[in-house]
């Protein structure tokens, strides 16, 4: 009877992008259970496995619930949050004052709320003056906002989710929609225009499986792919002359790029059949609404942008854009990587403005009522180049939030050991185990999803609310209290005094979101969101009851000051380590379940999810791989690249090709392996390339 709950409230998930909405069940304001929202427009009343125990892994017993200080006997000792603040404003004013204003730096992430990413752009840019923050969106969603920019003029993912159900032709790219985005997945399985599924990735996947056609090309292949299929879609006429001609510029320039692309001339590169290409670039042509779709496959990858625009191109000269079941869609990552592309101040200024651009920033200087010479006038390093000035001497002090890099980053004995060099690292987190609070000098418990408030926006750019339901445990404090905290003991508090609460924030976030097109200031309060059940951007004006999916460029118009999308490709390049005689085979790296969340932090502690998905790390080998190198299924093996050795258990499988092979990403190990590369242009590491062999134990 005690845990009969006697109210309930909604509020989306803190997992991943695709936002659920989940009705928490409370008793005395505290919550005693969850189920899927019935209501919620997004979920459909759905969750994954990873929802549903969203509540259970705040109970931890390693929850961060008192400051630690590494003391002289090198060990983390509680502290008080006096101490920490004092320390943490200490140790970063004493390494500015000895070598720049730009030797501390942060690192931040997608899953807080926007609101707190917002008031720690303020705080660590305009406050403390640090002139470099990153997220770790740089390793999700990078390369997707910068091919819609470059592309588009705005980070600006046109797609609602409805768009899964109205599409007769569904193109996934380099994305294993049935476990990485479940309910995404659902809305397939609810299309009743019996769509034609077609898969792209070197994978059997369960997706890849479920599919109409599956196009198991050779990793890194799929650049000079999308080239071939439109050169089909150009050689045959089968593109839209009235779209382009209206609402598109270098359509000429690329289709007399596409002419080096015939089928037969690539598929040595692709691994595809140039029938099979043909027969995809006809069932695009044939399609009255097809949907082109891309996750981290495409994302991460050191060409990844163009790849991403390949994708942009086909849709546009389809004309598949900014109709029902269209489109050229980026599936987001994290919870909130929307929420920090736009609006973080890393990799832009507030509302995708510019730290270069003076009357951008002093836009938002007037918005805040702050001095403008307080904005840095150079934009931040991206995160790799952050780590380079780390490598160099120029950042000593790093501030990480909510983001574990120790095992997340790409070659991890370099990333850890660049991390142990620091003069001071900083980790505010929600568990006192991550791997990288492991390495502080300094850790700040943190509460986390449920035990707080502030609003995440989704894939389909809806935003949501999330809500305080839980107490957090001990002394853990919300990011947005400690980002409060370290203002007033920095100095800055009263710059800062106008963000006193999360609301008061989102109030402030409308007003920097009015002119840019993602203005949502006619988004009245969090209950008004609450009431529609989320609502995407933009919403420039006061909207009751407005639409529940909307998508963009219904009216052909883009984001760049000539109304116009652009075409924008390159040759494709070789990857910079190819299989060869000492590492004979390709490491690929993805999501391996539902169950598991990155790198295992939050969901690593439900009992449920733990056994859902096996404790070990393995990898994936094909059987006559697994033959040739004498590994039997289930067999323990090393899995060595040029950077380490890693222990793990052999599943020997047809799912994957023979010459490759897989590890998921949710264990410590598989970083170990991986090689820091990037791409040119949006930065983010490209994690599923590099050599590596294999030999039974
Ligand atoms: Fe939905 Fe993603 Fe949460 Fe699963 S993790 S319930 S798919 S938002």
Known sequence: AKLKPDATTTMTCGFCSTGCGLNIHLRDGQAVNLSPATEYPVNLGMACPKGWEALNVLDAPDRATTPLLRGADGRLSPTSWDTAMSTFCDRMQAIQRQHGPESVAFLSTGQMPTEEQALLGALAKFGMGMV????????????????????????????????????????????????????????????????????????????????????????????????????????????????????????????????????????????????????????????????????????????????????????????????????????????????????????????????????????VAGVLGIDGARIPTQNSLPYHQILERVRAGKIRGLWFICTNPAHSWSQQADARALLKSLDFLAVQDMYHSADTAALADLVLPAAGWGEKEGTFINSERRLGVIKKVKQAPGEALSDFSIFRLIADRWGCGEMLSEWSSPEAAFEILKRLSVGTPCDFSGIENYLHLDRNGGIQWPCPAPAEGVAGQRRLFEDGRFYHADGRAR???????????????????????????????????????????????????????????????????????????????????????????????????????????????????????????????IEAI
Not at 202 to 230: N, Q, V, W
Not at 666 to 679: C, G, M
């Open 132 to 363: 470099h923050g990153d997220g770790n969106t740089r390793q999700c969603m990078a390369t997707a906002a910068t091919a819609y920019k470059q592309s588009f003029g705005y980070d600006a993912p046109p797609f609602t989710y409805q768009d899964f159900e109205e599409s007769d032709v569904i193109v996934l790219v380099g994305s294993n929609l049935c476990i990485a985005h479940p309910i995404m997945w659902e809305r397939v399985l609810r299309n009743r225009n019996r769509p034609k599924i077609i898969v792209i990735d070197p994978r059997s996947t369960e997706t890849a499986m479920a599919a109409s056609k599956h196009l198991p090309l050779k990793p890194k292949g799929d650049l000079a792919l999308f080239y071939a299929i439109a050169h089909v879609l150009a050689r045959q006429g089968w593109i839209d002359r009235d779209f382009l001609d209206a609402h598109t510029t270098g359509y000429d320039g690329f289709a007399q790029h596409l002419q080096a692309y015939a089928p037969n001339a690539v598929a040595a590169r692709t691994g595809i059949a140039p029938a099979l290409v043909e027969e995809v670039a006809d069932v695009i042509h044939r399609g009255e609404r097809v949907s082109f779709w891309w996750t981290m496959g495409v994302n991460q990858s050191y060409e990844g942008t163009r790849v991403a625009q390949s994708l942009i191109n086909l849709a546009l000269m389809t004309g598949n854009i900014g109709r029902p079941g269209t489109g050229a869609n980026s599936i987001t990552g994290q919870a909130n990587a929307m929420g920090s592309r736009l609006f973080s101040n890393t990799t832009c200024l507030y509302g995708g403005r510019d730290f270069e651009n003076r009357a951008d920033r002093e836009h």
């Open 567 to 693: 075409f924008l490709f390159d040759p494709p390049t070789d990857m910079p380590e190819p299989p060869d005689r000492d590492y004979p085979y390709l490491l690929l790296t993805g999501r391996g379940t539902a169950s598991q969340w990155h790198t295992q932090t939050r969901t690593s502690k439900s009992a449920v999810l733990r056994k859902l998905y096996p404790a070990g790390v393995y990898v994936e080998v094909n059987p006559g791989d697994a033959r040739r190198e004498g590994v039997r299924p289930q067999q323990r093996v090393w899995v060595a690249s040029r950077r380490g050795r890693v222990a793990a258990t052999a599943y020997v499988t047809p799912t994957i090709r023979p010459g490759q092979l897989f590890m998921p990403m949710h264990y410590p190990e598989t970083n170990r392996l991986t090689l820091s590369h990037f791409d040119p242009h949006s930065h983010q590491p490209s994690y599923k390339d590099c050599a590596v062999r």
